[in-house]
């Protein structure tokens, strides 16, 4: 679905990705590794906000070097930023549509849409009156995840989504990532700092550290990887 070839990033003169290549399938894939590692540099790339020097991104097919960032949205790619970016004097409802709303092939799926996120959330249901500003640092990270649902994406792409919550609301939410997984024809990808809860959820994991794949292996056999146990799970 997803092909990164040989991809290297930079912003101004600073290197940041060095040669990565990675594939992501119908599966649920996370990329770990310190904050400074270019996580993020990855995915402002795949979703065209920085232009790579070298290398290309392949989805379903089609490159993405320089093809514009809502083109991107609407050939099936939603994103969640690590910092929510919701409309905060929107309501929930409000901002549930707005992830809809100029996706072409979401609209007409947009009634059914909404049940199925208020099936995984149903306490932004509950709150759909409510400005999205007054909802607790959980309820915003679900309202968030929601509203890319909404577009009904090919591919889920997050940034450290369990960025500001408490420990029972990371349990949680990773549990309800495995559940769209499992209800949703989807890929999804994860950029992520805690890596015990992710692997949870995911099927296979890329390490990446100083811009470069240092690791990648299954879920299960990174849990088991005496560099991860010592690096990324403190055990």
């Known amino acids: 679905m997803l092909s990164i070839k040989n991809l290297d ?16 399938g119908n599966e649920s894939v996370g990329i770990f590794g310190p904050n400074g590692a270019g996580k993020t540099t990855l995915i402002n790339c795949i979703i065209g906000l920085v232009k790579p ?5 392949q989805f379903e097919g089609q490159s993405l070097i320089n ?3 809502y083109r991107i949205a609407r050939a099936g790619i939603s994103v969640v ?23 072409r ?8 849409r909404l049940e199925f996120v208020f099936n995984i959330f149903p306490v932004l249901k509950l709150k759909s ?16 995840i929601a509203r890319a649902l909404m577009a009904s994406p090919r591919l889920l792409i997050l940034d450290e989504p369990s960025t500001g919550l408490q420990p029972s609301l990371t349990t949680d939410l990773f549990l309800r990532l495995k ?5 949703e024809n989807i890929a999804v990808l994860i950029a992520e700092q805690n ?6 959820a995911i099927d296979r994991g890329y390490v990446i550290e100083n811009g470069r794949i240092a690791l990648q292996d299954s879920a299960e056999a990174l849990k088991d990887n005496d560099y991860v146990r010592r690096s990324y799970l403190g055990l």
């Open 9 to 24: 990033a930079f912003y101004g003169k600073l290197h940041v990705l060095w040669d990565i290549s990675l594939d992501i």
């Open 129 to 144: 009156m409510l400005y999205a500003a007054i909802l607790s640092g959980g309820e915003q990270r679900m309202l968030a």
């Open 53 to 57: 020097a070298n290398g290309d991104i």
């Open 81 to 103: 930023p690590q910092e929510r970016e919701l409309f905060p004097l929107m309501t929930v409802a409000e901002n549930l549509e707005a992830g809809a709303a100029y996706i």
């Open 105 to 112: 092939s979401a609209l007409p799926k947009k009634k059914e």
């Open 179 to 183: 559940q769209i997984r499992q209800s």
């Open 195 to 200: 890596v015990r809860q992710c692997l949870k």
């Open 67 to 69: 093809v514009d960032t």
